[in-house]
């Protein structure tokens, strides 16, 4: 398998498939440039080594084309990070995008317009009618197969070799994530997102150093139940925090008030604590938690067990001597993996619990833990406190990392490997 580092790029022209789905707001203005400068140093490699960008993304989920998901919008803030001046083709499919690759000249650089304005990129018809038929369906679906192999034919038509840099889209077997390697059979390689996050993950599920507790937060259990199970075979403690530790307490007979449950999932909550014990994984619940008499920013609160919430009260962060015990279980660790809050962070009233964990990863990353954040909201923690560069690496993977940590095969890593 090719390497970005020994690959040979003097007078080649690669198409890098980045993630460049980041938020905007009315303005048009970046809210958070976090996945921009975290492919600045791949693309920074290729025009080092003598050769030409054609970079291409998605830009949220259009219908088709529309100036709201322009990718235009976003070229002062790559021109600005990489030094170098971006073309821009205003179509992916047109003929000005294959005219502006095929004059590439080393060290210039061309951005596409997003590929989600074509139905080919993600390969799903569209438009079709509610009441079509299921042979209709099967027919729409076969000649979008064949429009996508010539939108990721057209593509590839652009450049000499392709780097796939998108983890953030590796779990789709999209036109450009995974299709288009095949057109590139020995000049396809990862970029060092891609690459940073599987080295990452893998240091966490296959060679880790023990003890490992892995903090999994968030709202649903059903959500996080393959990532859970999964973990128990690397885990030595396991903390359960946010929304999702009510259906475990209400699952053993506890009360909690008006807290977030998933009534229909506690008989599987139960099979989990059933799994853990059997597999010698010490869970850790929330113990205290901030209780809330409305879900508002503005309720009253005070501190409750977490089986013992009154009527009308609800848990929405955990209580300072819950996070004291955590604290002492995280610094115990060598390796920790973070996905999900503890709290109800998008309030300030309840985001202790989760700054908390933020500020403890930062401190127990200087003494040589091993921290892994992924997830939204965890992710959101660390960079909004300026812990980003303070943990050992900030997954930008988001579903793509939650499918890698089940053990799924994700395409647009097969794809590469293949």
Same mark, same amino acid.
């Given at each position: 398998? $090719?390497?970005? +580092?020994?690959?040979?790029?003097?007078?080649?022209?690669?198409?890098?498939?980045?993630?460049?789905? /980041?938020?905007?707001?009315?303005?048009?203005?970046?809210?958070?440039?976090?996945?921009?400068r975290a492919a600045?140093?791949?693309?920074?490699?290729?025009?080092?080594?003598?050769?030409?960008?054609?970079?291409?993304?998605?830009?949220?989920?259009?219908?088709?084309?529309?100036?709201?998901?322009?990718?235009?919008?976003?070229?002062?803030?790559?021109?600005?990070?990489?030094?170098?001046?971006?073309?821009?083709?205003?179509?992916?499919?047109?003929?000005?995008?294959? $005219?502006?690759?095929?004059?590439?000249?080393?060290?210039?650089?061309?951005?596409?317009? #997003?590929?989600?304005?074509?139905?080919?990129?993600? @390969?799903?018809?569209?438009?079709?009618?509610?009441?079509?038929?299921?042979?209709?369906?099967?027919? %729409?679906?076969?000649?979008?197969?064949?429009? $996508?192999?010539?939108?990721?034919?057209?593509?590839?038509?652009?450049?000499? =070799?392709?780097? #796939?840099d998108a983890f953030?889209?590796?779990?789709?077997?999209?036109?450009?994530?995974?299709?288009? %390697?095949?057109?590139?059979?020995? +000049?396809?390689?990862?970029?060092?997102?891609?690459?940073?996050?599987?080295?990452?993950?893998?240091? /966490?599920?296959?060679?880790?150093?023990?003890?490992?507790?892995?903090?999994?937060?968030?709202?649903? /259990?059903?959500?996080?139940?393959?990532?859970?199970?999964?973990?128990?075979?690397? =885990?030595?403690?396991?903390?359960?925090?946010?929304?999702?530790?009510?259906?475990?307490?209400?699952? *053993?007979?506890?009360?909690?008030?008006?807290?977030?449950?998933?009534?229909? *999932?506690?008989?599987?909550?139960?099979?989990?604590?059933?799994?853990?014990?059997?597999?010698?994984?010490?869970?850790?619940?929330?113990?205290?938690?901030?209780?809330?008499?409305?879900?508002?920013?503005?309720?009253?609160?005070?501190?409750?067990? +977490?089986?013992?919430?009154?009527?009308?009260?609800?848990?929405?962060?955990?209580?300072?001597?819950?996070?004291?015990?955590?604290?002492?279980?995280?610094?115990?660790?060598?390796?920790?993996?973070?996905?999900?809050?503890?709290?109800?962070?998008?309030?300030?009233?309840?985001?202790?619990?989760?700054?908390?964990?933020?500020?403890?990863?930062?401190?127990?990353?200087?003494?040589?833990?091993?921290?892994?954040? @992924?997830?939204?909201?965890?992710?959101? %923690?660390?960079? $909004?406190?300026?812990f980003a560069n303070?943990?050992?690496?900030?997954?930008?993977?988001?579903?793509?990392?939650?499918?890698?940590?089940?053990?799924?095969?994700?395409?647009?890593?097969?794809?590469?490997?293949?």
């Open positions: 398998m $090719q390497s970005i +580092d020994n690959y040979n790029f003097t007078g080649k022209r690669a198409i890098v498939r980045v993630d460049f789905n /980041v938020p905007l707001n009315e303005s048009f203005q970046i809210t958070d440039d976090t996945r921009i600045i140093p791949t693309l920074k490699k290729v025009l080092e080594k003598g050769g030409s960008l054609i970079v291409m993304s998605h830009l949220g989920r259009p219908k088709g084309p529309t100036g709201k998901y322009s990718l235009k919008h976003i070229i002062p803030a790559i021109e600005e990070k990489l030094g170098v001046k971006v073309k821009f083709a205003p179509d992916c499919m047109g003929e000005e995008a294959a $005219q502006l690759s095929a004059t590439l000249k080393p060290g210039e650089v061309l951005l596409l317009e #997003n590929l989600r304005f074509y139905a080919e990129e993600e @390969g799903k018809p569209r438009g079709l009618a509610e009441d079509v038929s299921d042979e209709e369906k099967k027919v %729409a679906k076969a000649a979008m197969k064949e429009l $996508q192999k010539e939108f990721t034919k057209k593509l590839a038509s652009y450049a000499d =070799c392709y780097i #796939n953030g889209t590796a779990h789709r077997a999209h036109a450009s994530t995974a299709l288009i %390697a095949k057109y590139f059979p020995n +000049d396809k390689m990862f970029g060092y997102v891609m690459e940073g996050e599987i080295v990452a993950i893998d240091k /966490v599920l296959k060679s880790p150093v023990h003890p490992v507790t892995a903090i999994i937060g968030g709202a649903k /259990v059903s959500s996080k139940i393959s990532i859970i199970e999964k973990l128990f075979d690397v =885990c030595d403690n396991m903390i359960i925090g946010g929304g999702m530790v009510f259906t475990f307490i209400k699952a *053993q007979g506890g009360k909690i008030g008006n807290s977030l449950c998933e009534d229909d *999932q506690m008989e599987l909550a139960l099979s989990i604590l059933a799994k853990a014990a059997a597999k010698g994984v010490k869970l850790y619940y929330s113990g205290e938690v901030v209780c809330a008499d409305a879900f508002s920013n503005d309720a009253n609160t005070k501190i409750c067990q +977490d089986n013992a919430i009154p009527d009308g009260w609800l848990g929405m962060d955990a209580a300072p001597s819950t996070l004291k015990e955590w604290e002492g279980v995280l610094r115990a660790s060598k390796t920790v993996l973070w996905n999900g809050p503890v709290g109800v962070f998008e309030m300030e009233k309840f985001a202790n619990g989760t700054k908390t964990i933020a500020t403890l990863l930062a401190d127990i990353t200087s003494t040589g833990v091993f921290t892994l954040v @992924g997830g939204g909201d965890s992710v959101a %923690a660390v960079t $909004q406190m300026g303070k943990v050992s690496y900030v997954s930008t993977g988001g579903g793509a990392m939650l499918e890698y940590l089940e053990g799924i095969e994700l395409p647009g890593i097969a794809a590469i490997r293949a």
